[in-house]
């Protein structure tokens, strides 16, 4: 089976870095764009980061601000979300996705066809 599976969410505090991992598995990866989503409570889901099937065009929400870095290890068929200076604000589920192979990074939610299960970040205030 397909499948992405993310881990590293937990309770930090405000300010706090913390490194999200998503591992695919069932077949190859490289040929599709990735990106991170985030939903917070009664909330729209919403692009936090994306990574082109190129492995080197980036996007980022506004939000963001320079805080987060997004990265993949197409060997290691894993993407990567490194967070800093981390807020209230950021407290989420946030979940892989992937689009279709050779498909570019796009804010849709909808336009991303495989899902993981999402891993949660909470923030203390």
């Known amino acids: 089976q397909v499948q992405l599976v993310e881990s590293g969410g937990g309770l930090v505090a405000s300010g706090g870095p913390l490194r999200l991992s998503c591992v695919a598995s069932?077949?190859?990866?490289?040929?599709?764009?990735m990106a991170w989503f985030r939903q917070a409570l009664g909330k729209e889901r919403e692009l936090v980061s994306g990574?082109?099937?190129?492995?080197?065009?980036?996007d980022y929400a506004d939000f963001v601000k320079g805080r987060f870095t997004i990265s993949r290890d197409k060997d290691a068929n894993a993407v990567f979300l490194q967070m800093s200076g981390l807020e209230p604000e950021d407290t989420a589920i946030y979940y892989c996705a992937s689009r279709p192979s050779w498909q570019p990074i796009t804010t849709n939610a909808n336009d991303y066809d495989i899902w993981g299960r999402g891993t949660q970040v909470t923030v203390a205030s």
């Open positions: 069932g077949r190859s990866f490289s040929t599709n764009s």
């Open positions: 990574i082109k099937w190129d492995g080197w065009t980036r």
